[in-house]
């Protein structure tokens, strides 16, 4: 080894410990111009900002056309791409379709799916896709009303009652599925109208081994080698649709340094929101979910080696939370980070200087800020009693235990009535069998047994270890002897003595210390109470919500994008790649990458192969780009969104974000947030060589249905 110079000892020190020493100096961190993302609504479109940085003309008739070629999934994004209706989006979000769909014999998500003939293309019952077709500023109207009352209920109230009268108002009228879009925290507000397509047919969706190829554990993550797509078709009167607007795929790759461009519906974002809002999220909403999701996921690896029988399924359910784990633990990761907070403090900092230095608005909105956090103070102690009492409702981490419990109070109640009061299913002649569907001959205790103790974990971590229903719930005990302590102190663990207990009457029930039914008791005594005054506090701040973003709108004007609400947006960006594991990431991968990821984990799950890729199929260009990085800002919703150059073409289709992409809910950091999408070449490339799929390759290639 080479020895290293004193000098280039010096230069390293400086420049790791130099920027550590910066970072750590919060005082000097500042919000940046793109701290709130790139996510620009279609009603105030950034032609200005477009033609500064990328000196890119656009017009009104160009973002008509992107508008209008885009479409929204429930839960994801698609859009047109042949003037015959063909429509283009995820395979994850057409995955839970894929097996509704399926016929005596066929796996869907085993082996993919192609309608070799039009004929052959397979409706979708009870599905649709929404085109964005008018878009109308209300504001004044909903801000006339809101302003009316003399108290803050008041307002609430005749602000409520004014939005739906908009909308039902618009829809009546227009004959579209119309919705009403708060922007800027509620400092603008548009009536968005839909026109519905209800008829939607699958066309192509390739096999889940290749479109989710990786799993859960390249999920978040690039390099990746995903041809993560599905292909509908949208008809009307049983003929495919006639588009005029529609992206047309390319073919000639994406230069660097070239304005690329998302067009799809963004889910959620909190990106303008007060520090006291963050702090809330922080301390109570992401710090509840994290709890929950990463209890369970690692409580379910635990349990595939105590009961090894079952191995599969419990890594399947594993994965199905995977997604969620990841998303939840890492927002949570990011607003603990004092950088994150740092940029979020200044922002609001100059916000509020903006405001106390004018008069005029300080006269009107200058406590905007101490009435939000005193509207979150309140609900700090509200907010964790909603959700210790929350188990009594079937949920996904619910164990089926309280359920039971909640099923006994309520027969208890109804034996207090009379015979002829009660309802059918509870007078004598029935008990007996209302009993039996009610509890279960078999209950999964392994996973029951183990949301069990989970649950009152939960509400230890909500009510504090002191609280007396916790006490009562736990034993005293932590982990997985809470659950053993109560199935030695309950009658739930057995279905004869539920039975038993019910039998014996409703008195009976009703004196019973049974420590579930002693929650349930509890919860049906105070839940109601607290939701009401929960709401009446989210009403009342979503008044400070929509006077924040009055402010926001009349410092900024529409510089910033508003937050995301699963509405259509366009965020632009150029390919990027970034600095991980030491080293950097490449623009594009390639068909090459994937084979050396697959043979390099032997083949194995989640890097195995469909046998139609096992074997390298004749003629497949093993160079052709795969999937491909850029700074795009996307999260949740965007998935299915089309990747587009200046001319609208098709370049890519976004499914994924990197790991830092994460905290983009609430902070967009330009440095290292990064959009994964799949290249339109491979697609296409896939289709012709892999799939013979000639039908749709051609009808992508040219724009329109082969003759």
């Given at each position: 080894?080479?020895?290293?110079?004193?000098?280039?000892?010096l230069?390293?020190?400086?420049a790791?410990?130099?920027?550590?020493?910066?970072?750590?100096n919060?005082?000097?961190v500042?919000?940046?111009?793109?701290?709130?993302?790139k996510?620009w609504a279609?009603?105030?479109?950034p032609?200005?900002?477009?033609?500064?940085?990328?000196?890119?003309?656009?017009?009104?008739?160009?973002y008509n056309d992107?508008?209008?070629?885009a479409?929204?999934?429930p839960?994801c994004t698609?859009?047109?791409v042949?003037?015959d209706g063909?429509?283009?989006?995820?395979?994850?979000?057409a995955?839970?379709?894929?097996?509704?769909?399926?016929?005596e014999g066929?796996?869907?998500?085993?082996d993919?799916?192609f309608a070799?003939?039009?004929?052959e293309?397979?409706?979708?019952p009870n599905?649709?896709?929404?085109?964005?077709?008018?878009?109308?500023?209300?504001?004044?109207e909903?801000?006339?009303?809101?302003?009316?009352?003399?108290?803050?209920?008041?307002?609430?109230?005749?602000?409520k009652?004014?939005l739906k009268e908009?909308?039902?108002?618009?829809q009546?009228?227009?004959?579209?599925?119309?919705?009403?879009?708060?922007?800027?925290?509620?400092?603008?507000?548009?009536?968005?109208g839909y026109?519905?397509?209800t008829?939607?047919r699958?066309?192509f969706?390739?096999?889940m081994?290749?479109a989710y190829?990786?799993?859960?554990?390249?999920?978040f993550t690039?390099p990746?080698?995903?041809?993560?797509?599905?292909?509908?078709?949208?008809?009307e009167?049983?003929?495919p649709?006639?588009s005029t607007?529609?992206?047309?795929f390319?073919?000639?790759?994406i230069?660097?340094?070239e304005?690329?461009?998302t067009?799809g519906?963004?889910?959620?974002?909190?990106?303008l929101?007060?520090?006291?809002?963050?702090?809330?999220a922080?301390d109570i909403s992401y710090r509840?979910?994290?709890?929950?999701?990463?209890?369970?996921y690692?409580a379910?690896?635990?349990?595939k080696?105590?009961?090894?029988?079952?191995e599969?399924e419990l890594e399947?359910l594993?994965?199905?939370?995977?997604?969620?784990?990841?998303?939840i633990?890492?927002?949570?990761?990011?607003?603990q980070?004092?950088?994150v907070?740092?940029?979020?403090?200044?922002?609001q900092?100059k916000?509020?200087e903006?405001?106390?230095n004018d008069?005029?608005?300080?006269?009107?909105?200058?406590?905007?800020?101490?009435?939000i956090a005193?509207?979150?103070?309140?609900?700090?102690?509200?907010?964790?009693q909603v959700?210790?009492f929350s188990?009594?409702?079937p949920?996904?981490?619910?164990?089926?235990y309280?359920?039971y419990?909640?099923?006994?109070?309520?027969?208890?109640?109804?034996l207090?009535?009379?015979e002829?009061q009660?309802?059918?299913?509870?007078k004598?002649?029935?008990?007996d069998?209302?009993l039996k569907?009610?509890?279960?001959e078999?209950?999964?205790v392994l996973?029951?047994?183990?949301?069990?103790?989970?649950?009152?974990?939960?509400m230890r971590l909500?009510?504090?270890?002191?609280d007396p229903?916790?006490k009562?719930?736990?034993?005293?005990?932590?982990?997985?002897?809470i659950?053993e302590?109560?199935f030695k102190n309950s009658?739930?663990?057995d279905?004869?003595d539920?039975?038993?207990?019910?039998?014996?009457?409703?008195?009976a029930?009703?004196?019973?210390?049974?420590?579930?039914?002693?929650y349930?008791?509890?919860?049906e005594q105070?839940?109601?109470?607290?939701?009401?005054?929960?709401?009446?506090?989210n009403?009342?701040?979503?008044?400070?919500d929509?006077?924040?973003?009055q402010?926001?709108?009349k410092?900024?004007?529409?510089?910033?994008?508003?937050?995301?609400n699963f509405?259509?947006?366009?965020?632009?960006?150029?390919?990027?790649?970034f600095?991980y594991n030491g080293?950097?990431?490449?623009?594009?991968?390639t068909?090459?990458?994937?084979?050396d990821?697959?043979?390099s984990f032997?083949?194995?799950?989640p890097?195995?192969?469909h046998?139609?890729?096992?074997k390298?199929?004749?003629?497949?260009?093993?160079?052709?780009?795969?999937?491909?990085?850029?700074?795009n800002?996307?999260v949740?919703?965007?998935?299915?969104?089309?990747?587009i150059n200046?001319?609208a073409?098709?370049v890519?289709?976004?499914?994924?974000g990197n790991?830092?992409s994460?905290?983009g809910?609430y902070?967009?950091?330009?440095?290292?947030?990064?959009?994964?999408a799949?290249?339109s070449?491979?697609?296409?490339h896939?289709?012709?060589k892999?799939?013979?799929?000639?039908?749709?390759?051609?009808?992508?290639r040219?724009?329109?249905m082969?003759?």
């Amino acid at each position: 080894m080479k020895k290293i110079k004193l000098a280039t000892i010096l230069l390293l020190l400086v420049a790791f410990v130099l920027p550590l020493h910066a970072q750590l100096n919060l005082d000097t961190v500042k919000a940046q111009n793109y701290d709130n993302g790139k996510m620009w609504a279609f009603d105030y479109p950034p032609i200005d900002y477009l033609k500064e940085k990328y000196n890119l003309k656009t017009d009104e008739d160009w973002y008509n056309d992107v508008r209008l070629s885009a479409l929204r999934l429930p839960g994801c994004t698609s859009s047109f791409v042949s003037e015959d209706g063909l429509m283009m989006t995820n395979h994850h979000c057409a995955r839970g379709l894929l097996d509704r769909l399926k016929k005596e014999g066929e796996d869907l998500i085993r082996d993919g799916f192609f309608a070799k003939t039009q004929a052959e293309e397979r409706k979708i019952p009870n599905y649709y896709a929404d085109q964005l077709v008018l878009i109308k500023d209300i504001t004044e109207e909903i801000q006339q009303a809101e302003n009316t009352g003399a108290t803050l209920a008041e307002k609430a109230a005749n602000k409520k009652a004014k939005l739906k009268e908009v909308q039902d108002r618009y829809q009546k009228e227009t004959g579209l599925q119309c919705q009403i879009v708060s922007l800027f925290n509620g400092g603008k507000f548009s009536l968005y109208g839909y026109k519905r397509y209800t008829d939607i047919r699958l066309v192509f969706s390739p096999e889940m081994k290749i479109a989710y190829f990786g799993g859960d554990f390249d999920n978040f993550t690039y390099p990746r080698y995903n041809l993560d797509c599905t292909f509908y078709r949208a008809y009307e009167n049983d003929k495919p649709v006639k588009s005029t607007n529609y992206f047309k795929f390319s073919f000639e790759g994406i230069k660097a340094d070239e304005p690329i461009f998302t067009v799809g519906n963004p889910g959620t974002t909190n990106r303008l929101k007060t520090l006291a809002q963050l702090e809330y999220a922080r301390d109570i909403s992401y710090r509840n979910n994290a709890f929950m999701f990463d209890t369970y996921y690692y409580a379910l690896d635990d349990l595939k080696k105590s009961a090894p029988d079952r191995e599969k399924e419990l890594e399947d359910l594993r994965v199905n939370l995977g997604n969620s784990q990841k998303v939840i633990a890492t927002t949570l990761k990011g607003l603990q980070d004092p950088y994150v907070y740092a940029k979020k403090k200044d922002f609001q900092r100059k916000l509020q200087e903006a405001v106390w230095n004018d008069s005029d608005l300080k006269e009107k909105y200058g406590k905007v800020w101490e009435n939000i956090a005193n509207m979150r103070a309140e609900m700090k102690k509200v907010g964790p009693q909603v959700a210790a009492f929350s188990f009594v409702q079937p949920s996904l981490f619910a164990s089926k235990y309280f359920s039971y419990a909640k099923s006994l109070n309520d027969i208890s109640k109804e034996l207090q009535k009379p015979e002829d009061q009660r309802a059918a299913q509870y007078k004598s002649a029935k008990l007996d069998s209302t009993l039996k569907a009610m509890f279960p001959e078999k209950t999964d205790v392994l996973l029951e047994k183990t949301k069990l103790w989970i649950d009152v974990e939960y509400m230890r971590l909500n009510l504090g270890n002191d609280d007396p229903l916790v006490k009562k719930l736990s034993g005293g005990k932590s982990g997985l002897d809470i659950a053993e302590y109560l199935f030695k102190n309950s009658v739930f663990d057995d279905r004869d003595d539920i039975i038993d207990l019910a039998e014996d009457g409703a008195e009976a029930i009703a004196k019973s210390q049974d420590p579930l039914l002693v929650y349930v008791r509890e919860v049906e005594q105070k839940l109601s109470a607290l939701q009401k005054q929960a709401q009446e506090i989210n009403d009342t701040e979503s008044l400070y919500d929509d006077m924040l973003g009055q402010v926001i709108v009349k410092v900024y004007g529409a510089a910033l994008p508003p937050d995301a609400n699963f509405t259509l947006r366009l965020s632009d960006g150029t390919l990027k790649g970034f600095d991980y594991n030491g080293t950097k990431a490449p623009l594009f991968t390639t068909f090459y990458g994937m084979y050396d990821r697959w043979i390099s984990f032997n083949k194995e799950y989640p890097w195995d192969l469909h046998e139609r890729w096992a074997k390298i199929p004749s003629g497949l260009d093993m160079a052709t780009p795969f999937n491909f990085v850029s700074n795009n800002d996307i999260v949740g919703g965007n998935s299915g969104s089309a990747v587009i150059n200046q001319k609208a073409e098709v370049v890519g289709l976004a499914f994924d974000g990197n790991i830092d992409s994460i905290i983009g809910n609430y902070f967009y950091n330009p440095f290292n947030n990064r959009m994964v999408a799949v290249d339109s070449r491979s697609m296409v490339h896939a289709m012709e060589k892999v799939y013979d799929a000639q039908r749709i390759a051609k009808e992508l290639r040219d724009g329109k249905m082969p003759q």
